[in-house]
């Protein structure tokens, strides 16, 4: 039984804000939630378990993204129920563990030419990050500690990358193929204003996709 994949500006979360009786039966998914997934022990004994080092947030989706670059399938059971109690709220450290592993994750996970590729939506989402960060002076120290957490450890995050890579059966472009075309700025800036963000980014998103997908094309 796997559960649903996760939010975290990668993938979208199928079902949300809608009636559980919409979705049934085994569906196929880009990512699973930590909140609730089971792994067969030859898959993690195969892939690794979670990454330690990331402490919290998006470990979830690093582990998804290295099983499907192992050549894996995720799969979640709409029938089955699971209750999370979550609450929707940032604090700066929440803030700096999610913006830390989301660039951890693409810097273990994908090729680096795959990145370069990325350049243009990765540094335009750098700075809507940066914009975000301008509510307060902690939330602006904790972009500064991404960055120098992210260059201390740059040994350790070139050694991970040649770990994961080592695993790959699949080619990037296949990874990025159900990948969001914008971010979740309803929950970085309420309603309103994440509303007006995504209809002036998603744009720019949408026009990235094809032009990665062939630029990438089938290559493992």
């Not at 992210?150 to 890579?165: C, E, F, G």
Request: aromatic share 14%; net charge positive.
């Amino acid at each position: 039984m796997w559960e649903s994949d996760a939010v975290h500006g990668y993938y979208h979360l199928p079902g949300l804000n809608q009636p559980a009786t919409s979705y049934h039966n085994l569906q196929r998914i880009p990512l699973l939630s930590g909140a609730a997934l089971l792994a067969p022990a030859q898959v993690l004994q195969h892939i690794g378990a979670f990454d330690e080092s990331y402490f919290m947030y998006f470990e979830d989706t690093e582990l998804s993204l290295r099983a499907r670059l192992a050549g894996y399938e995720l799969w979640c059971d709409a029938d089955a129920v699971i209750t999370h109690y979550y609450k929707l709220g940032f604090s700066p450290t929440k803030f700096y563990y999610l913006e830390r592993n989301r660039l951890l994750t693409f810097l273990s996970t994908f090729r680096r030419s795959t990145l370069l590729k990325l350049l243009p939506a990765l540094l335009l989402t750098e700075l809507l990050m940066w914009g975000f960060a301008l509510r307060g002076w902690t939330y602006l120290q904790m972009r500064f500690r991404t960055y120098t957490y992210l260059y201390k450890r740059r040994n350790a995050i070139q050694q991970r990358h040649r770990i994961v890579q080592s695993l790959r059966q699949v080619s990037d472009a296949e990874l990025l193929q159900d990948s969001l075309l914008s971010l979740p700025f309803d929950q970085l800036a309420g309603d309103r204003l994440g509303y007006w963000l995504d209809v002036l980014i998603r744009p720019f998103y949408r026009l990235m996709r094809p032009q990665i997908s062939r630029t990438l094309g089938s290559r493992k």
